[in-house]
């Protein structure tokens, strides 16, 4: 969407509107230089400034929105805080906030709980300059078997929407009713089983 409106600003500007033209034009070679390059979104440590701007988002995000965590079996959580898991989060919604609570960062995870964790999210929003950068240093993924077999192997967590933004479609009530979409999706399931991870199912 980003690459068209700004292509066709550039191409419908009239002749006269060279500074219109120019910025249209130095947006492209912005969105075209970000998409090609990953600035450290998935490097291991995020680059500082990476993760000092996310920080800051993911902070004002726990404190404008009522996010709040809660667990329970605190038992299991105090003797198994740090390890790998797989984290089922449901409801997707249309704009899936309560993941933030399990950014490491966020400051809303038990402080027992040192570890990493990884949410998987679609490789959609990996394929759109600055939106990949920020949910990459944001501790996001592009979920796969294979990725978050790697995530459990050096010992992270894993969380994941198993019903996707496909429960978006399913939304009733102008979104006012939530459905749960995993009739087909027991992969996560599998990959727990597999890897000998707990399965933490999570209601957000």
Same mark, same amino acid.
């Given at each position: 969407?980003?690459?068209?409106?700004?292509?066709? *600003? &550039?191409?419908?500007?009239?002749?006269? $509107?060279?500074?219109?033209?120019?910025?249209?034009?130095?947006?492209?070679?912005?969105?075209? !230089? %970000? #998409?090609? !390059?990953?600035?450290?979104?998935?490097? +291991?440590?995020?680059?500082?400034?990476?993760?000092? &701007? !996310?920080?800051?988002?993911?902070?004002?995000?726990?404190?404008?929105?009522?996010?709040?965590?809660?667990? /329970?079996?605190?038992?299991?959580?105090?003797? =198994?805080?740090?390890?790998?898991?797989?984290?089922?989060? +449901?409801?997707?919604?249309?704009?899936?906030?309560?993941?933030? $609570?399990?950014?490491? /960062?966020? @400051?809303?995870?038990?402080?027992?709980?040192?570890?990493?964790?990884?949410?998987?999210? !679609?490789?959609?929003?990996?394929?759109?300059?600055?939106?990949? =950068?920020?949910?990459?240093?944001?501790?996001?993924? $592009?979920?796969?078997?294979?990725?978050?077999?790697?995530?459990?192997?050096? @010992?992270? *967590?894993?969380?994941?929407?198993?019903?996707?933004?496909? /429960?978006?479609? =399913?939304? *009733?009530?102008?979104?006012?009713? +939530?459905?749960?979409?995993?009739?087909?999706?027991?992969?996560?399931?599998?990959?727990?089983?597999?890897?000998?991870?707990? %399965?933490?199912? #999570?209601?957000?």
């Amino acid at each position: 969407v980003i690459w068209v409106l700004t292509s066709i *600003t &550039f191409l419908v500007a009239p002749a006269s $509107a060279v500074y219109t033209r120019l910025l249209a034009l130095a947006a492209l070679a912005v969105f075209f !230089t %970000l #998409s090609l !390059t990953e600035l450290g979104c998935f490097d +291991e440590p995020i680059p500082r400034f990476g993760y000092v &701007f !996310t920080n800051f988002i993911d902070k004002l995000c726990c404190n404008w929105f009522p996010i709040e965590v809660i667990l /329970e079996g605190r038992k299991h959580w105090h003797d =198994h805080g740090v390890g790998p898991r797989i984290v089922a989060y +449901e409801p997707h919604s249309l704009l899936p906030l309560g993941f933030i $609570a399990f950014v490491t /960062e966020s @400051g809303l995870l038990p402080k027992n709980m040192a570890a990493r964790w990884y949410v998987c999210g !679609t490789s959609a929003i990996f394929r759109v300059p600055i939106l990949k =950068h920020l949910w990459g240093w944001s501790q996001t993924r $592009a979920v796969s078997k294979g990725v978050m077999a790697d995530i459990i192997k050096k @010992g992270a *967590t894993a969380v994941v929407c198993p019903g996707g933004v496909a /429960e978006c479609m =399913h939304m *009733t009530d102008n979104g006012a009713t +939530e459905v749960a979409f995993l009739n087909k999706r027991k992969g996560f399931i599998k990959l727990a089983l597999e890897h000998d991870v707990p %399965l933490c199912p #999570s209601v957000g």
